[in-house]
């Protein structure tokens, strides 16, 4: 849906134009899976995909938000009665946002806010971060806060964290917040430094695809939180603040002195090497060597196969069909159990990938993937 449109439906919505239009995208994560809460590497790029946002500013501490994605007319909030975890709808994902900027010291007093989104969700590429990151920025331009993009981000963070009450990390709302076009964001999650890489895949002839298996994941559900207390153990275990301080060719000395704590190990050995195959992702990126980057992407897969344990027939289903029909690399991205895969391929093979991998999932009886090209995308912006 496009600006002009969510312009116009928060005047049919509200009675008056709103002050502002604003959009933030969601993000593909090219490399660096559960790295962002051991304090490590990521390297996320921005779809052209996006969260719009139509907003006013109100001064009578009144929040009211309408969805045009959701059933259910517009939601009244007080801002002064928000409370962590006590909102289960999608309502909870913007008014985090206003309760992390109020409990920040920011006087933030309400808001008429209307949005659509075209970024899928529950598919891995962070619809909600998108949702979050929008707002944000929004009452950031209208209560001229002056935050930067980065403290934007980790304020999205909390509201998902302590507000919704999903434990996730950093990487999704930085991306949201500062992802730029043509670009992948090289992003240290431990101090927010960030560099960006250049990425134009089409122009060296290949094209990454992004292939939505449509099985839904559950962020906040269990699995997710066990590896990430898992990964704190092993940390705890190791002596370290996060696993991001146990260096790759110290890798056999750590899971040695782990013993017998099996999943411990496995978990650990992700990480350190999925930081490690960031910054090989970076270099060779940087040193033009970009289809080397395809078996450093599927490697990543297998750690998160074998090791992290957080793949599903699914995804497997999308990377091995799709190196077997000559992919040059393939991984599932985002939090894993469903979700979406992406895959590096030359630009002549791309129809015989994405039929391969429709076929094969016709043959095991799975659903009708959905697989769209991905471009490195602009990061938040004000639209009007
Ligand atoms: P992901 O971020 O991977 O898409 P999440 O489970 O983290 O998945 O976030 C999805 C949730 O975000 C949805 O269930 C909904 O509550 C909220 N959300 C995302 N986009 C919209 C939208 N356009 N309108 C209303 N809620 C949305
Ligand atoms: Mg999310």
Known sequence: MGAQQVRDDFAGLYGAEPEGVWSAPG????IGEHT??????????????????????RDDGVLRLHSADVEGGVVELRVDALAPESDRNWTAYPAGVVWALREAGHPVTGADVHLASTVPTGAGLSSSAALEVVIALALNDLYELGLQRWQLARLCQRAENVYVG???????????ACCTRGHALFLDTRDLSQR???????????RLLVVDTQVKHAHSDGEYGKRRAGCE?????LGVDALRDIPYDGLDAALARLGDEDEVVRLVRHVVTEDQRVEHVVALL?????????????AGHASLRDD??????????????????????????????????IVLAEAADVETVTKAVESAFAAAGFTAPRTFEAVPSAGALRVS
């Open 27 to 30: 993000r593909v994560n090219l």
């Open 36 to 57: 962002d809460y051991n304090d490590g590497f990521v390297m996320p790029f921005a779809l052209p995909h996006v969260a719009t946002a139509a907003v006013t500013r």
């Open 166 to 176: 999903a434990p996730t990390g950093i990487m999704d709302q930085t991306a949201s």
């Open 196 to 206: 960006q890489i250049p990425l134009d895949l089409a122009a060296e002839g290949m």
């Open 233 to 237: 153990k092993g940390a705890a275990l």
């Open 286 to 298: 940087e040193s033009g060597e970009t289809r080397a980057i395809g078996p450093v992407l599927t």
């Open 308 to 341: 992290f344990r957080i793949s599903c027939p699914e995804l497997d289903l999308v990377v091995d069909t799709a190196l077997a029909s000559g992919a040059l690399g393939a991984r599932m991205t985002g939090g894993g159990f469903g979700g979406s895969a």
